[in-house]
């Protein structure tokens, strides 16, 4: 045994306890027949048949919509900030950078009733608009906007610090080679900082698009029920309904998806690359 | 000394010039009152150890930085707050500041896209100084990161040189490079510059690089220009021990002027015969350089002579050279390899030279 593989043993040890065997597990568990609670029954294809009968689809496509659509704006709302947090603010993006974590500290459904709190009919904005300046407005509590706010606001951290560590890898020597070689900071950014800092944006955009699909709060707590995604139908499979094996399948085709297109996004992007190091 | 081309001996409107140029940092002048002028297609070095502001000087002339106080004149007219993608200058540096995600060829077109020049031209261009540069072709599509240092150099030269500068300048891109080829690099880069015939600016913390490739060298120290001059003036006439001492070995001996008009030093009391001009010379250091010392048969054999004990010696490829102590004081004499000094450790043995080979200099 070669001392590098005897010193990973604990961690490989721990991965396939702790990451491995509950996919696994998962996975198997998916080909159960339905509403068993075993291990052992005969393994099936009865799951995914229902679901490719049923209108599941229908939530996949709100999951995966809800998630583009959070990623995109989170792009470009984050990028601006990271750019002031590296290049702009000074001294006061450390300040900055901890107003942006300090919410991280707070559950998310303590932070997604108070969104409720603020958006809802009579709340803190609708009845400050009421009663100081006579606004009538309708709420856009328990609608899709509402999903999206909360979506963009939960996730904005994990888009945010992997580009503020992107753009602030981006050599100041380059920037100024670029400016003495006569660009002006547009041509420095698209052609210099922006390219430079894709490894950051791309990393960002993964991790909030990963964490966005598997969303589940946000629809339920600010969309009210209006918008169903894959996770709630997974959610109610486990519990509701105690057919286990149908939320293992659904579970397994949510992981195909999500890994298929992270696998594509980093097929066409190679990190390496990018970061110029291949 | 080689004739130089013409145009750099007629005295025409000088390329660059400053006038007090100052840069403070707090109360700290990192930059203090120069004033220099540089020819037209001269190839001046600044010369100076770390700290001594010469980055700060060319990110100025660059037009990274603006001085406190001062003006930097380009033929003339005040450049002071023309930012560096308006100069008509360009500059090397000494991380090279290559694009990591651009091929060797889209780094060398890179001026040319940002003027807009269509990409058929473009690549003319670039093969064109691909080739001044002896980069191969096949480059051309190669990942700039795939290069070895040695060529990414050429490949940060010629991208500079495809922006079409008036002037150039270095900012140390050779202090990060291997001896051997840091010294094939250094005359590349002067035959570069004869056959481009710009004006190159480059800074440096070595004079001995400075001395391979420059028409005149300036030595900064503190912030300050303590000698402008030819490599050749530098380095036989230094006009501080700060500037004899940057080139290689030499031998200080602190010396007072004695009332008989000799030089008498000021640790062993012993009188030495002083260089033939130096009428004002009250106290400072005489300066010998160790292929000046020769060693006598006997003490009347040269002007000044000095008895001690052979200590050491170092083969210097070319060149031997002797540790020579003499009572607590430490000199170093140099002969050619070909002439070397027979003899054994712990010899006794008298070095001397003539009085006209040591310099004088007050600081």
Redesign the interface.
Known sequence: MSPGFRNALPVMLFLLAGFAAPLIAVTWFSFMPPRTFAFTGTPTLENYETIFQSTSYISFLWSLALAALTVVLLALIAYPVAYGLVRVFGKWSMLATLLFTIPLFVSENIRLYGWVLFLIKNGVMLGTLKTYFGIQAESILFTLPAIVLGMVYVYLPFMLFPMTLGISMVPQDTRDAATDLGASRWQVFREVELPLSLPGIMIGCLLTFVLAVGAIAEAKVLGGQQIIPITHDIEIAFTYSQNWPLGAALSVLLMLVVGALVVLVLRRFDLDVLLGRR | MLQKHANLMTDSQPILSLKSVRKMFGPHAAVDTINIDITEGEFFTIVGPSGSGKTTLIRML???DQPTSGDILLRGTRINDL???KRP???V???L?????RTVGQNIE??L???GEDPAKRKVRALQLMTLLRLPESYYGK????CSGGERQRVALA??LA?DPQILFFDEPLSAIDYKLRKTLEKELKDIHRETNKTFIYITHSLEEAMVMSDRIGVMRDGKLVQVGTPHEIYTAPRSRFVSEFVGDVNVIPVTRAGNGRLRMNDSGRELVPPGKAPEFASGHLVVRPEYLRFLKQTSDADNALEGRLYNEYALGSRIQYQVRVGENVFVVEKLRQQPFSGKLDDKVIIGWDANDGILVSE
């Open positions: 660059a037009g990274m930012p560096a993608n200058t360009c500059m540096f000494q991380s500041a290559l694009f990591p995600h890179f001026p896209k940002i003027r990942n700039v990161m795939k991208r500079a922006y």
